[in-house]
């Protein structure tokens, strides 16, 4: 990845479009809100492709993220705790629990932040 210097920020070319990361939000998206993202849409992934090989029948799944951050420490992120809200048909709660455990030691997003930032999880079935 190679990021190039704008006014406000920087920019890089991906394969999907253009990405600008700034301080400002009105310049581009803030690093602490990508590194959130990261973890969280990483989560909810893992966590949906487990689900649909234990053929749980899974319509949709939303991620919320709280994050804490320590405006003492350069306003650095130290915790960040998902909430998945899971809507599908005949879901048991004993397999989803697990299935989030599993989400846990298979998100490499997750993985790469241990020791840094605290990340921890809830759900609920609707």
Same mark, same amino acid.
């Not at 581009?28 to 689900?51: D, E, H, N, T, W």
């Given at each position: 990845?190679?990021?190039?210097? #704008?006014?406000?920020?920087?920019?890089?070319?991906?394969?999907?479009?253009?990405?600008?990361?700034?301080?400002?939000?009105?310049?581009?998206? %803030?690093?602490?809100?990508?590194?959130?993202?990261?973890?969280?849409?990483?989560?909810?992934?893992?966590?949906?492709?487990?689900?649909?090989?234990? %053929? +749980?029948?899974?319509?949709?799944?939303?991620?919320?993220?709280?994050?804490?951050?320590?405006?003492?420490?350069?306003?650095?992120?130290?915790?960040?705790?998902?909430?998945?809200?899971?809507?599908? #048909?005949? +879901?048991?709660?004993? #397999?989803?629990?697990?299935?989030?455990?599993?989400?846990?030691?298979?998100?490499?997003?997750? %993985?790469?932040?241990?020791?840094?930032?605290?990340?921890?999880?809830?759900?609920? +079935?609707?």
């Amino acid at each position: 990845m190679e990021f190039k210097m #704008k006014e406000v920020g920087f920019k890089t070319q991906l394969e999907y479009g253009e990405l600008h990361v700034a301080g400002d939000e009105t310049y581009g998206f %803030r690093p602490y809100q990508l590194l959130v993202s990261a973890v969280a849409v990483c989560s909810g992934g893992v966590l949906r492709k487990i689900l649909e090989k234990k %053929r +749980l029948e899974i319509e949709d799944i939303t991620v919320k993220a709280d994050v804490t951050r320590n405006e003492k420490e350069a306003n650095r992120i130290e915790k960040i705790h998902l909430h998945f809200i899971i809507k599908g #048909k005949n +879901l048991d709660r004993e #397999k989803v629990a697990k299935s989030l455990e599993v989400t846990r030691k298979n998100c490499s997003m997750v %993985r790469s932040v241990e020791g840094s930032i605290e990340v921890t999880e809830s759900f609920e +079935l609707i």
